[in-house]
């Protein structure tokens, strides 16, 4: 007669139970370097950036493997990024693609409209009146599109957890969720693309500094702290009462250790 022993998690073991923690910032990069291996971890998931339309849409399904290797995981290493993944990451990203591209479509426009209306109006005024309505105009503008880009990333980030994680459009759209994260996650949130904001600033220097050709690590690198970022943002969040996503059995990016055959 045969045992298999094997362990196949589908939620997040104890995730509630763990401490509160503040996010680490600068571990969202460091991590990245943990590995032995990490210049060539870096070097094939940047080229995925250098295949047209689809190569984006590998990446992130690599950036969400990454987020649940983490939350299964929590000691380990980054995952390793393995091209005979390549159909599992692709299929994994087209959900947060998605979801980011029908939202942009939404709510980019609108925002636009909010921003150039008054604009528009401003130019209705005649004489010595149209320069001051202008300058009023575009102050006022400029703020709708950086507090619109802020909130509009409020809802995008979990939105976008939710699909990569959960790999289903139907499980994606659960607004009663998407309130509640946002609601205790906020500040972490604006916080994080701050400092993403400030940080991919010199990155980014660094990677056109070597022949530009650097600058495909740099953007896979500043991705993978995002992706960092938003694997503490989640279990945070699951730490302070948060309710977890649903997650389908996984599908390793790296080898995992394999199951036990016990003979008897």
Same mark, same amino acid.
């Given at each position: 007669? @045969? @045992?298999?022993?094997?362990?196949?998690?589908?939620?997040?073991?104890?995730?509630?139970?763990t401490t509160p923690r503040k996010t680490e910032y600068l571990r969202s990069y460091l991590h990245v370097f943990e590995r032995d291996d990490w210049?060539? @971890?870096?070097?094939?998931?940047?080229?995925?950036?250098?295949?047209?339309?689809?190569? !984006?849409?590998?990446?992130?399904?690599?950036?969400?493997?990454?987020?649940?290797?983490?939350?299964?995981?929590? @000691?380990?290493?980054?995952?390793?990024?393995?091209?005979?993944?390549?159909?599992?990451?692709?299929?994994?990203?087209?959900?947060?693609?998605?979801?980011?591209?029908?939202?942009?479509?939404?709510?980019?426009?609108?925002?636009f409209i909010i921003a150039f209306v008054p604009i528009a109006i401003s130019l209705m005024f005649d004489g010595e009146v149209r320069a001051p309505?202008? +300058?009023?105009?575009?102050?006022?503008?400029?703020?709708?599109?950086?507090?619109? *880009?802020?909130?509009?990333?409020?809802?995008?980030?979990?939105?976008?957890?939710?699909?990569?994680?959960?790999?289903?459009?139907?499980?994606?759209?659960?607004?009663?969720?998407?309130?509640?994260?946002?609601?205790?996650?906020?500040?972490? $949130?604006?916080?994080?693309?701050?400092?993403?904001?400030?940080?991919?600033?010199?990155?980014?220097?660094?990677?056109?500094?070597?022949?530009?050709?650097?600058?495909? !690590?740099?953007?896979?690198?500043? *991705?993978?702290? +995002?992706?960092?970022?938003?694997?503490?943002?989640?279990?945070?969040?699951?730490?302070?009462?948060?309710?977890?996503?649903?997650?389908?059995?996984?599908?390793?990016?790296?080898?995992? $250790?394999? !199951?036990?055959y016990n003979h008897t």
């Open positions: 007669m @045969n @045992n298999i022993s094997a362990t196949a998690p589908e939620s997040i073991q104890s995730a509630k139970q210049f060539v @971890n870096l070097a094939l998931s940047s080229a995925c950036f250098l295949i047209p339309v689809i190569g !984006p849409i590998v990446f992130m399904g690599y950036q969400y493997q990454v987020v649940e290797g983490f939350l299964r995981r929590p @000691n380990e290493k980054i995952s390793k990024f393995d091209f005979n993944q390549f159909t599992q990451m692709l299929s994994r990203g087209v959900y947060p693609f998605v979801v980011s591209l029908v939202l942009q479509f939404l709510v980019v426009p609108l925002c309505a202008m +300058m009023l105009a575009t102050i006022f503008a400029v703020f709708v599109i950086i507090v619109g *880009s802020f909130l509009i990333h409020l809802i995008v980030g979990p939105l976008m957890l939710r699909a990569g994680l959960s790999q289903s459009f139907s499980a994606t759209f659960d607004f009663r969720w998407i309130r509640s994260f946002v609601r205790m996650m906020w500040f972490e $949130e604006i916080m994080s693309t701050l400092f993403l904001m400030i940080s991919s600033i010199f990155v980014s220097i660094i990677g056109m500094l070597m022949c530009f050709v650097g600058i495909y !690590p740099a953007v896979a690198l500043m *991705s993978l702290a +995002m992706s960092h970022l938003t694997y503490q943002q989640y279990a945070i969040f699951l730490a302070n009462g948060g309710e977890p996503i649903p997650l389908k059995e996984e599908t390793p990016c790296y080898p995992v $250790e394999q !199951p036990h």
